[in-house]
Nanobody, 118 residues
Framework: QVQVVESGGGLVQPGGSLRLSCAASGSIFSINSMGWYRQAPGKQRELVAAIRWSGSINYANVADSVSGRFTISRQNAKNTVYLQMNSLKPEDTAVYYC?????????WGQGTQVTVSS
């Protein structure tokens, strides 16, 4: 079993920045990928950024809608993945969820609210 917990959401003005964290625990050695998704009211959940690894090599990708503004990174020693969000826009407002992909299945966090508003 794997548990994931998100943190770092909040209210920010347009143009501002936030860093989300996703900490994994449990059977962490079974995890081979983690990703950030978001879901705005009335919309489907969408992939924002994902990172997978093989040994010490990380492979990351971000959605076109956030490319150049969002960055995903991983701190292996802390079993944590980060989503650095810069130049935030009102349309980035959503609940952001972390997902861990493991050999035993897929595990989701409870989500953290990000609101971009003046």
């Amino acid at each position: 079993q794997v548990q994931v917990v998100e943190s770092g959401g909040g209210l920010v003005q347009p143009g501002g920045s936030l860093r989300l964290s996703c900490a994994a625990s449990g059977s962490i050695f079974s995890i081979n990928s983690m990703g950030w998704y978001r879901q705005a009211p009335g919309k489907q959940r969408e992939l924002v950024a994902a990172i997978r690894w093989s040994g010490s090599i990380n492979y990351a990708n971000v959605a076109d809608s956030v490319s150049g503004r969002f960055t995903i990174s991983r701190q292996n020693a802390k079993n944590t993945v980060y989503l650095q969000m810069n130049s935030l826009k009102p349309e980035d407002t959503a609940v952001y969820y972390c997902k861990a992909g493991a050999t035993g299945g897929v595990y989701w966090g409870q989500g953290t609210q990000v609101t971009v508003s003046s």
